[in-house]
C-alpha cells in the first residue's frame, strides 16, 4: 500500500522523511485512512491527539481537507521538533504544543490517544472534557499494560462500548475505538470500508 490516496500522501515517502529524521512510524496506513475516515463524519467537528508523530501529518490534513479543527498535544520537545520538520517537508500547519500541567485542552468530538506513556494514560484523569469526546481511538491498545489502565478509567466514566480495528491483522499498532455510547454501528461503517493493497 504505497498511497493513501485521498490525502495525497506517499506512505513511502513519509516513512523514509521520518527514518531520516530518527524514527519511525507509529500508525501504518490502515490507520492513517480510519483517522481520515473518522475526520470526515460530519459529527466530528474537532479532533485531539495526545502524542505527535506521523498521525500529526495525517490528521492536519484531513482536517485541512474537511474543514475541521484539529490540535496536536506532545509532552516530549524532542518528538515536538521531529513532528515540526515532518510537517514542514510535506508543507503542513498544524496546531502542535508542548503539554504542562497548566494546558487547557478543548473539548473535542474525535480523541486520539496513545496509550503507551504515562502521561497520556493519565490525561483523562485530568482533563474530564475529553472523556466526553464522541470518539476516542485508543493506540498501541494491543498491550495490555498501557490499556487496562485506560479502559477501566473509561470504563468507570461510564464508556462501555470499544471495538478492535486492525483490518491487516497486525500483532502490533492495533486501535480501539470507543464511542460515547452504543448508538453508533461501528461494524457497518468500519469494516465495510477496507484499504486495498
Not at 495525497?8 to 516513512?15: A, C, Q, Y
Not at 470526515?40 to 501529518?57: H, N, P, Q, W, Y
Not at 520537545?77 to 500541567?101: A, C, G, I
Request: hydrophobic residues 40%.
Amino acid at each position: 500500500m504505497h498511497l493513501v490516496a485521498t490525502l495525497k500522501l506517499d506512505w513511502n515517502e513519509v516513512s523514509q522523511v521520518l527514518g531520516q529524521l530518527g524514527n519511525t512510524p507509529g500508525i501504518y496506513p490502515d490507520v492513517a485512512m480510519l483517522l481520515e475516515r473518522m475526520a470526515a463524519r460530519d459529527d466530528v467537528k474537532t479532533m485531539i491527539e495526545f502524542g505527535s508523530g506521523v498521525s500529526t501529518l495525517y490528521l492536519a490534513k484531513a482536517a485541512l481537507k474537511y474543514g475541521k479543527h484539529f490540535y496536536s498535544v506532545e509532552e516530549a520537545p524532542r518528538w515536538s521538533s521531529m513532528t515540526q520538520s515532518l510537517l514542514k517537508h510535506f508543507h503542513v500547519d498544524s496546531n502542535l504544543v508542548l503539554y504542562d500541567e497548566h494546558l487547557f485542552v478543548p473539548s473535542c468530538d474525535l480523541l486520539f490517544l496513545d496509550c503507551s506513556p504515562p502521561l497520556r494514560r493519565t490525561v483523562l484523569h485530568k482533563q474530564k472534557s475529553l472523556c466526553e469526546s464522541r470518539f476516542i481511538l485508543l493506540d498501541d491498545s494491543e498491550k495490555p499494560e498501557f490499556f487496562v489502565p485506560v479502559v477501566s478509567t473509561l470504563s468507570s466514566l461510564g464508556r462501555l462500548y470499544f471495538y478492535s480495528y486492525n483490518p491487516t491483522s497486525r500483532g502490533d499498532r492495533v486501535v480501539m475505538i470507543n464511542p460515547r455510547d452504543n448508538s453508533y454501528d461501528i461494524n457497518e461503517w468500519v469494516w465495510t470500508w477496507r484499504p486495498r493493497p
